[in-house]
């Protein structure tokens, strides 16, 4: 076979983002107004990955009397995407769906992607190396697969103040915020059994058409004042109430078997449901309200010691009236040394702060988690007369009438610090905070008759440190430089959990996912493992390979040690250079990526390794006697196969999930930038107020330290980085790399 070295490379293409803007305002003595629009049109790095967003904003203020003014702000966006689908990847086809990254980075070097081709002339159906069509062509999927979103916003804030007294005024504020979106899921027939696995039920072609709208409609009343009682003495503070409707409803449509290939209309389609292939309903409604009371005041002394009080009570729609009610408080003191001693630190010490403070807040879960309800199906069952018969059953989810809100409340100590003329700056705080009655979705035994249910899941704390140290070593004539270095680092533990409950399944599955369990931290990943001898070495079946132990247990802590970055700023008269480190230090993953690299060996990392030498994994064999029963153990000497090794005895392969565990240290070169500012003596003769020019460049470089070093592997991207889990890697796409510049001109 020829190599085809670029074969995966060329799959890409680079991708360009280009936007435009232009801001106009106006003042005088009885209001303002500015209009601004934007425009972006950005393609991706792989082809019929596309985005365009309009955005309009229209602001105003006006004084209609000496005491009554308005203010108003209005906004418009639309937003238009289109990409190819990216499910998730399993180093052995995709898992839920479409996927043009399930299989394109392992393709072998020999398979020449971009030249070879990739459907059948005649029917359009997938064509590929592999017998059986069992995995489909990554540009079969890219050309034949895709998801469209379109979104059509409005938000807008409007308000009316009085002013009652110099010190207290009257405010009404009204928010409005709606958007509708329309999203389309396609895929044409013809992709093969590889196209989605799991129940095939993709293969014939599928179309799905969503519609939904969203409306939040934000009432806001208060009274605000301000009041000095002597030179010394300052009081402020706001009295408030709140009330807040959210409504969405969604309608949508899902059919399967295309008939005419490319058209995407239900009717070219056999078969047309409302919910889509894994069961979930496309038709719904919600509705929530949540009203509130609320109090802030302010206590100045001195412009040296600050006492703040604050309280607010919400009662929800979505919880039973016995738990709708919350009231959660707060408050916080600061103390600034450098002013009530003037002469303290003298020469040195320019400012101290010293603050402490402690506040809560509450979330009310999702509505109709609490009552139970039917759902209705007409077309679950069809009699004798060939007529549909419309059924109503209970829904998988249990209703938990007692359900209560989630607390969530934290306290903070800190200090800031400013030296030698403001050329040493620190920013410390110690937190700890703590959840109580977290809600959460738990899985039920199908005995029960239902799927999960809605529970306060006990209490979990996280305790960290937050620190920001800038130093300005270089500050002379017109060059200056500023070193700014950031450290974080959260502990977090599940402190109790609910009566009965030794582990909860907080995201994933319950053979492999995410977990709270009592003492250890949030979001342990659980799952199958190498079974270990008293001295912990891994023990070795007959066949060579690693023994699965009969159950799961604790595979790997996501959550890093400490997170730092360091950020570099350099001017000089009116040109500045900035760039910008990230590390993070520990943390643990479950990486497809890294293991599928590897095992399907098309990642340099064994170039130079002999294929045709035997290997022996590190472990022992149990030694037995004429019961079965393990008497000791002894060095294993059971030879296999680079093939056995690299990809039998991986998680790709079929091994336990706690081969694929990877350290997920890492460091990210995450920005660079340049910037000039054109001398105000040669803007002012074009007849403008500024022209600066700035160059910038993104992710422009990163590392997984402990990951095989070609498999590239990107821990910074998991699969459930918008959701409550972590530490998951299914071979998802690649991080952009971005570069870009910025002419900004003011008139």
């Known amino acids: 076979p020829v190599a085809a070295p670029n074969n995966v490379k060329d799959f890409f293409q680079n991708g360009s983002s280009a936007t435009t803007s232009l801001s106009l305002s106006n003042s005088n003595d009885f209001g303002s107004m500015n209009f601004s629009y934007s425009h972006l049109d950005e393609t991706g790095f792989v082809p019929i990955n596309k985005l365009k967003r309009d955005n309009f904003s229209l602001g105003t203020t006006a004084k209609f009397t000496k005491n009554l003014t308005f203010n108003g702000t209005f906004n418009f966006a639309k937003t238009d995407n289109t990409q190819p689908q990216s499910g998730a990847g399993l180093g052995s086809n995709t898992s839920g769906g479409p996927s043009i990254w399930a299989n394109l980075f392992y393709t072998p070097r020999n398979i020449d992607l971009t030249n070879w081709p990739w459907e059948n002339p005649v029917d359009h159906s997938n064509v590929y190396y592999r017998n059986g069509n069992d995995i489909p062509n990554p540009y079969w999927v890219l050309y034949n697969t895709k998801q469209t979103d379109v979104v059509n916003r409005f938000f807008s804030s409007a308000s009316l103040t009085y002013k009652l007294k110099d010190w207290v005024s009257l405010q009404y504020r009204l928010g409005y915020d709606t958007y509708s979106e329309h999203q389309t899921y396609t895929v044409n027939k013809g992709g093969g059994a590889g196209i989605e696995p799991g129940t095939n039920s993709l293969t014939p072609g599928a179309y799905r058409s969503v519609d939904g709208t969203n409306t939040v409609i934000d009432h806001t009343a208060m009274a605000s004042f301000n009041k000095d009682f002597s030179q010394d003495l300052t009081i402020n503070g706001v009295v408030g109430a709140n009330y807040r409707s959210n409504s969405y409803s ?3 449509l899902e059919s399967l078997g295309q008939v005419v290939y ?14 889509d292939f ?10 929530s309200t949540i009203a509130g009371i609320y109090f802030d005041g302010t206590v100045e002394f001195k412009k040296m010691l600050y006492v703040n009080i604050s309280g607010r009570n919400d009662w929800s729609s979505t919880l039973q009236k016995a738990n709708r009610s919350q009231f959660y408080p707060g408050g916080s003191i600061a103390f600034i040394p450098t002013a009530a ?5 003298s020469g040195w010490l320019d400012f101290l702060k010293v603050r402490a403070a402690i506040g809560s807040s509450a979330n009310f879960g999702s509505p109709y988690a609490t009552s139970p309800y039917l759902t209705l199906n007409a077309q679950a069952r069809v009699d004798g007369l060939n007529s549909n018969v419309a059924v109503s059953r209970l829904p998988g989810l249990l209703a938990n009438p007692n359900l209560k809100p989630e607390l969530l409340t934290e306290t903070e100590f800190g200090i800031e610090s400013q030296l030698f003329e403001n050329r040493i700056k620190l920013n410390a705080s110690y937190y700890n905070r703590v959840a109580k009655d977290q809600i959460i979705n738990r899985p039920l035994d199908p005995s029960t008759g239902y799927q999960s249910t ?4 006990g209490t979990i704390s996280n305790k960290g440190v937050e620190v920001a140290l800038t130093v300005t070593p270089v500050k002379s004539g017109n060059w200056t430089w500023d070193l700014t270095a950031n450290y974080t680092k959260n502990v977090s533990k599940v402190e109790s959990l609910p009566a009965g409950s030794t582990q909860i399944l907080v995201s994933g599955f319950s053979n492999l996912g995410n977990f709270a369990i009592v003492g250890q931290p949030l979001n342990v990943i659980m799952g199958s493992y190498t079974s270990k001898a008293p001295d912990g070495q891994p023990i070795i079946t007959s066949t060579g390979s690693y023994q699965q132990a009969n159950e799961i247990g604790i595979i790997a802590n996501p959550n890093p040690n400490w997170m730092g970055s360091i950020i570099s700023n350099l001017s000089w008269k009116s040109l500045s250079f900035g760039m910008q480190w990230d590390y993070v230090q520990g943390g643990q993953i479950l990486s497809y990526t890294a293991a599928a690299m590897v095992g399907r060996g098309v990642g340099k990392d064994l170039e130079s390794f002999d ?19 393990t008497t000791g153990y002894t060095p294993n000497t059971l030879p296999l196969t680079t093939a056995g090794v690299f990809f039998g005895n991986t998680i790709i392969g079929g091994s336990p999930f706690d081969r694929g565990i990877y350290d997920a240290t890492r460091i990210r070169f995450r920005e660079v930038s340049l910037s000039y500012s054109l001398p105000k003596v040669f803007v002012q003769k074009l007849k403008l107020t500024g022209i600066n020019v700035s160059l910038v460049g993104n992710n422009l470089w990163f590392r997984s330290l402990n990951a095989p070093v070609y498999a590239k592997a990107d821990f910074d991207r998991t699969a459930f980085g918008a959701g409550n889990g972590a530490g998951f890697d299914y071979l998802g796409g690649p991080s952009a790399r971005r570069f870009g510049g910025t002419i900004k001109i003011s008139f």
């Open 278 to 287: 894994r069961g979930t309903q496309l038709n719904f409604v919600q509705n």
């Open 262 to 275: 490319g058209l995407f209309e239900h009717r070219n389609f056999t078969s047309t449901l409302p919910r």
């Open 250 to 252: 969604q309608v949508g």
């Open 454 to 457: 809605f529970i306060n899941a």
């Open 341 to 345: 001693f003037p002469n303290l630190g």
């Open 611 to 629: 294929p045709t030498l035997p290997l022996i994994l590190p472990g022992v064999l149990e030694v037995k006697d004429a019961n079965g029963n």
